[in-house]
């Protein structure tokens, strides 16, 4: 059944489809081409019921209070210093086939998500908290909303005494387990930088903006994976974040990665050249060093100069401001 009747019963689509006499005595006055020949002649008569409509004045959108759009806040970010990122802490260690969805999923989310905290604090009720992809418009909300998926694994995270992995949107902050979303605000608070550390075919699945964009508004300055999904990866540059790549045979587990480490990325303070090879120096909780190479996965010269103004919209941005 469609839904149920004022009288409790069911009702189906047979119960509310118009007969095909209906159909008949209304098709006239659809098909009059003297209607659409009046109506269509002179657009610039004012329309009373159009012009009723209150719209703002003035030559930028006055964005309203709401919790489904708000302006962007990409072009008001602090600029990133392209250059050697130093102590870095891992915010993820993730498996193989990270989807996009994986990082920032679309469908719906609880109370106890950082997303649901933030929306019930707006005064919206749980009943009205839709959807992460109905409220794509809004960044607070889809930066919460970012590796915040009910089945991602967070490899930092021990195994259970079954030795199941948990799922969803959490890590480990000085040891202790939070949210991915509270553990990258507090490292974006004290100036630390964060990077993601992930396997195989990263980012694969749609080519999902937002798991670009909410990677940038965690303060995630890196990605390296073992190979990415290529629009992810132009996503990644295109948002200015940079994507790493693992040469030969290392990987997070080859490596003995356990996420308490600090990572160094040299090799970028001398310049930046597509497809390049720098240095990850990893420091262990004890104390003891390892360092590999990286393959840096900017892939054209275009992308090196989206990279170096912080992304493609400040660059486009530059290019208009210094075309004035």
């Known amino acids: 059944?469609?839904?149920?009747?004022?009288?409790?019963?069911?009702?189906?689509?047979r119960d509310i489809w118009p007969s095909s006499d209906e159909i008949?005595?209304?098709?006239?006055l659809a098909l009059d081409p003297q209607t659409f020949r009046r109506r269509y002649a002179d657009f610039s008569a004012d329309q009373d019921l159009w012009q009723s409509i209150p719209a703002p004045s003035g030559e930028v959108y006055d964005w309203p209070p709401s919790s489904y759009?708000?302006?962007?806040?990409?072009?008001?970010?602090?600029?990133?210093?392209?250059?050697?990122?130093?102590?870095?802490?891992?915010l993820l260690l993730l498996g193989d086939s990270v989807t996009t969805d994986h990082i920032s999923p679309a469908g719906s989310f609880g109370e106890a998500t950082p997303a649901g905290e933030w929306l019930r604090?707006?005064?919206?009720?749980?009943?009205?908290?839709?959807?992460?992809g109905?409220?794509?418009?809004?960044?607070?909300?889809?930066?919460?909303?970012?590796?915040?998926?009910?089945?991602?694994?967070?490899?930092?995270?021990?195994?259970?005494?079954?030795?199941?992995?948990?799922?969803?949107?959490?890590?480990?902050?000085?040891g202790r387990l939070t949210t991915v979303f509270a553990a990258a605000m507090s490292y974006l608070e004290r100036g630390i930088p964060s990077i993601v550390v992930a396997g195989e075919e990263y980012?694969?699945?749609?080519?999902?903006?937002?798991?670009?964009?909410?990677?940038?508004?965690?303060?995630?300055?890196?990605?390296?994976?073992?190979?990415?999904?290529?629009?992810?990866?132009a996503n990644l540059v295109g948002m200015g974040v940079l994507p790493l790549q693992f040469i030969g045979d290392d990987s997070a587990a080859s490596l003995g990665l356990r996420g308490d480490e600090r990572f160094d990325i040299t090799g970028l303070a001398g310049g930046l050249s597509p497809m390049q090879t720098v240095a990850l120096v990893i420091t262990r909780a004890d104390g003891e060093r390892h360092e590999c190479a990286l393959?840096?996965?900017?892939?054209?010269?275009?992308?090196?100069s989206y990279y170096r103004a912080g992304g493609i919209l400040p660059f486009v941005l530059e290019q208009l401001l210094g075309g004035r």
């Open 134 to 174: 109905s409220r794509r418009g809004h960044h607070e909300v889809m930066m919460r909303g970012t590796f915040a998926n009910v089945r991602i694994r967070n490899l930092m995270l021990p195994p259970d005494a079954d030795g199941r992995r948990r799922e969803g949107g959490h890590t480990l902050l000085d």
């Open 203 to 233: 980012g694969t699945g749609s080519s999902r903006d937002w798991a670009a964009k909410g990677t940038r508004l965690l303060g995630v300055r890196a990605v390296i994976a073992r190979s990415y999904e290529r629009i992810h990866r």
């Open 69 to 90: 759009i708000a302006r962007p806040p990409f072009f008001e970010l602090p600029p990133q210093a392209v250059g050697d990122i130093r102590g870095a802490r891992a």
């Open 24 to 28: 008949d005595a209304v098709l006239p």
């Open 1 to 13: 059944p469609l839904g149920t009747g004022a009288d409790g019963q069911p009702v189906y689509l």
């Open 121 to 132: 604090a707006q005064g919206v009720e749980r009943a009205d908290f839709n959807s992460y």
């Open 295 to 304: 393959l840096c996965r900017i892939d054209t010269p275009i992308e090196v």
